[in-house]
């Protein structure tokens, strides 16, 4: 009997952090794993770019690689696309259309570090975990 797959979405704060070495270092093989189907759309991988394109990360991976890194992203990833306009549901208005992706995506996760995410602990049948609980509970 074939299970089905987690449907996942990731902030980019996770995302860039595990391209760092952080909690989830390795995290684009973890994500191209068969059980987990990744989900994006247009402006979050606008977002990624312009964030691994960022000066400040020099220190931490090159132009290349930051770039390589968002191409492997791309693959790994489904793009999805999300109705305008989105709804003010959190606290901070900036993350407003993670929770309108992991909606559209209709996901079963949406994985952040962030608080003003992480206080909602859930959003319509999204829950919303940090990567240890994430990495605890899938890989």
Do not use: W
């Not at 000066?55 to 090159?62: A, D, E, L, Q």
């Not at 790994?76 to 992991?102: G, H, N």
């Not at 003003?116 to 994430?134: E, N, Q, S």
Request: charged residues 30%; hydrophobic residues 45%.
């Amino acid at each position: 009997m074939k299970c089905a797959k987690v449907r996942l979405v990731v902030d980019i704060n996770v995302l860039v952090s595990s391209f760092m070495g952080g909690e989830l270092s390795g995290l684009s093989s973890m994500l191209a794993d068969e059980r987990i189907q990744v989900f994006t759309s247009n402006d979050q991988l606008a977002e990624l770019l312009d964030v691994v394109e960022r000066s400040k990360f020099r220190k931490y991976f090159t132009l290349t690689e930051s770039r390589a890194f968002f191409a492997d992203y791309c693959l790994i990833s489904e793009s999805t696309t999300v109705p305008t306009p989105i709804k003010k549901l959190c606290r901070d208005p900036k993350d407003d259309y993670l929770l309108a992706l992991a909606k559209a995506a209709k996901a079963d996760l949406l994985i952040t570090g962030d608080d003003d995410l992480l206080v909602l602990k859930k959003h319509g049948k999204t829950r919303i975990l940090k990567p240890a609980a994430f990495k605890k509970e899938f890989l």
